[in-house]
């Protein structure tokens, strides 16, 4: 079975241009996640959809970020216009909510590094 | 609030001896309590959960996990390290009521010396 599916593996990108990281969350899934990693902060949560829906987006830094689920396979990141302090890698994970306890299966992450 | 505390940033053991990843938890309702691990340039692959069944539970390549609600923790253990277990360890928790977002911990990073 194919697991969560995130492009770009790897972006570089100039400051001021406009980043945009896809995710296909596990079939079924109605869940799902976008996490950021970095040395300093380690792993945070951007944002959480249930069913489509943005449901906690308290984690997204700033106006520059932004997050759609136009459909239940498919979503995106965008960063614009983005900042050397937006390299970092970018997760997207999916999970099948229930009582039997939340297992969040990740993407293998977007490195995004921003010059 | 839940949180999730990881002993240790760094652990190194040798081949072949035991591993203790350390964590501590703290919620309000009975927790879900997980294990991941990431591998170099990888993304995070569960290791194993505790979801109220057994209190000791048992996950992929040879490591388990035992939940301690009187000591609110959930040490990883391995009785024998393999080199190939050279990776960052991450505790999570989840709280069982509507919100279904995990809280990790800040990793850490097992070093099997030779």
């Known amino acids: 079975d194919a697991g969560v599916i995130q492009s770009p593996r790897h972006e570089v990108t100039e400051m001021g241009q406009e980043v945009t990281l896809r995710c296909k969350p596990i079939?079924?899934?109605?869940?799902l996640f976008w996490y950021r990693q970095t040395m300093m902060r380690g792993l945070e949560l951007l944002i959480y959809f249930n069913n489509n829906v943005p449901i906690d987006d308290s984690g997204m830094p700033e106006d520059r970020f932004s997050a759609k689920m136009p459909n239940a396979s498919f979503s995106t990141l965008k960063i614009q216009p983005s900042e050397p302090r937006d390299s970092a890698v970018y997760f997207c994970a999916s999970s099948l909510t229930g009582r039997s306890g939340n297992t969040i299966y990740f993407g293998e992450g977007s490195w995004l590094t921003v010059v | 609030a839940q949180s999730v505390t990881q002993l240790g940033s760094h652990v190194s053991v040798s081949e072949g001896a035991l591993v203790l990843l350390r964590c501590n938890y703290s919620s309000s309702v009975p927790p879900y309590l997980f294990w991941y691990v990431q591998y170099p340039n990888q993304g995070l692959q569960l290791l194993l959960k505790?979801?109220?069944?057994?209190?000791l539970v048992k996950g992929i390549n040879g490591f388990e996990a035992e939940f301690k609600k009187s000591e609110t923790s959930f040490h990883l253990t391995k009785p024998s390290a393999h080199m190939s277990d050279a990776a960052e360890y991450f505790c999570?928790?989840?709280?069982?009521?509507?919100?279904?977002?995990?809280?990790f911990g800040s990793g850490t990073q097992l070093t099997v010396l030779p």
């Open positions: 505790y979801t109220s069944a057994a209190t």
């Open positions: 079939s079924g899934h109605n869940s």
């Open positions: 999570a928790v989840s709280d069982s009521g509507s919100a279904r977002q995990l809280t």
